[in-house]
């Protein structure tokens, strides 16, 4: 079962008595469920303490849990060499839950409906079905961009070499990003940007030829689908985050070289030290494997 809430809403409850009044239902729903573990993957304030507050005995979480989650929590789980990758983690705090023969598996189903509309969006743009590269070029985080005339440099090298359509993807607020995009790149490229929903882009990221990315959501939405990826990491570590026993796919200055931790304050792991030519070898890569 899937419990929805409004998150945003609920962080209201301090001010706005409707807010706490959704809180404290939320609450008693929580005790009553009468739950046999809570495993809080997340690792923060609010996660946490809602294990707490739904009466729970049981609480798993990370020992380096952020915002002093980890007072919460009756068994903390530690990070080692072994579980560097974030999955890895997961998995060893759900095991040490009690849980075993764990097989990882990402399942993203996709829609016919859905299909079916990316078809036509596709056709209505003169784009070939499943012969089309996908580039995601922004991000939440500024500092996770790649340079917008790179993608606009890989296009053109990756229009001419391979003979595939170029679109670019993201949100409505990315529209700016992929237009300047569009006009430093020497190739047709169409804006998908604001364009689909998630089933739509989850479609759409499934038949693509290739998906060129930030370390952003789609780009691991691809990974979870198994599409031919090239994701760029700046200052995240590849090591812990990056597309699940899928490293071949991965550019980054020094990728198994950063320890544990999440992020690098190094100047030399800044996105913008990555070259076209490095994406574009890795882009070779998965384009002939």
């Not at 070898?281 to 494997?289: D, G, I, R, S, T």
């Given at each position: 079962?899937?419990?929805?809430?409004?998150?945003?809403?609920?962080?209201?409850?301090?001010?706005?008595?409707?807010?706490?009044?959704?809180?404290?239902?939320?609450?008693?729903?929580?005790?009553?469920?009468?739950?046999?573990?809570?495993?809080?993957?997340?690792?923060?304030?609010?996660?946490?303490?809602?294990?707490?507050?739904?009466?729970?005995?049981?609480?798993?979480?990370?020992?380096?849990?952020?915002?002093?989650?980890?007072?919460?929590?009756?068994?903390?789980?530690?990070?080692?060499?072994?579980?560097?990758?974030?999955?890895?983690?997961?998995?060893?705090?759900?095991?040490?839950?009690?849980?075993?023969?764990?097989?990882?598996?990402?399942?993203?189903?996709?829609?016919?409906?859905?299909?079916?509309?990316?078809?036509?969006?596709?056709?209505?743009?003169?784009?070939?079905?499943?012969?089309?590269?996908?580039?995601?070029?922004?991000?939440?985080?500024?500092?996770?961009?790649?340079?917008?005339?790179?993608?606009?440099?890989?296009?053109?090298?990756?229009?001419?070499?391979?003979?595939?359509?170029?679109?670019?993807?993201?949100?409505?607020?990315?529209?700016?990003?992929?237009?300047?995009?569009?006009?430093?790149?020497?190739?047709?490229?169409?804006?998908?940007?604001?364009?689909?929903?998630?089933?739509?882009?989850?479609?759409?990221?499934?038949?693509?030829?290739?998906?060129?990315?930030?370390?952003?959501?789609?780009?691991?939405?691809?990974?979870?689908?198994?599409?031919?990826?090239?994701?760029?990491?700046?200052?995240?570590n590849p090591v812990r985050i990056a597309p699940y026993k899928r490293n071949n796919c991965v550019v980054a200055v020094e990728p198994n070289g950063r320890g544990l931790k999440l992020c690098s304050a190094d100047p030399k792991h800044d996105i913008k030290a990555i070259t076209v030519d490095e994406v574009y070898?890795?882009?070779?890569?998965?384009?002939?494997?």
């Open positions: 079962e899937t419990i929805l809430f409004d998150r945003k809403f609920l962080g209201k409850a301090w001010y706005n008595p409707r807010a706490l009044a959704s809180l404290l239902s939320l609450i008693r729903w929580l005790r009553c469920s009468k739950f046999d573990a809570v495993i809080d993957l997340q690792g923060l304030f609010r996660t946490a303490s809602l294990g707490w507050l739904s009466g729970c005995s049981r609480r798993f979480g990370m020992t380096n849990a952020r915002e002093l989650a980890h007072v919460f929590y009756t068994h903390k789980v530690s990070q080692d060499r072994d579980c560097v990758h974030l999955v890895d983690y997961y998995l060893k705090i759900i095991q040490t839950a009690g849980a075993c023969d764990i097989n990882v598996e990402f399942v993203l189903p996709t829609e016919p409906a859905a299909v079916d509309s990316v078809g036509r969006l596709l056709m209505n743009r003169n784009i070939k079905h499943n012969n089309y590269a996908v580039f995601v070029p922004g991000s939440a985080h500024i500092d996770k961009c790649w340079p917008a005339e790179r993608f606009a440099a890989l296009a053109d090298k990756i229009s001419s070499q391979f003979g595939l359509s170029v679109i670019a993807t993201g949100t409505t607020g990315e529209v700016g990003i992929i237009e300047k995009l569009k006009e430093k790149a020497n190739v047709p490229l169409t804006n998908f940007a604001g364009v689909t929903n998630l089933g739509e882009l989850t479609a759409l990221l499934k038949a693509a030829k290739l998906v060129v990315s930030n370390d952003t959501g789609p780009g691991h939405i691809a990974a979870a689908l198994g599409t031919p990826l090239v994701l760029i990491f700046g200052w995240s070898q890795k882009v070779c890569e998965q384009l002939k494997a």
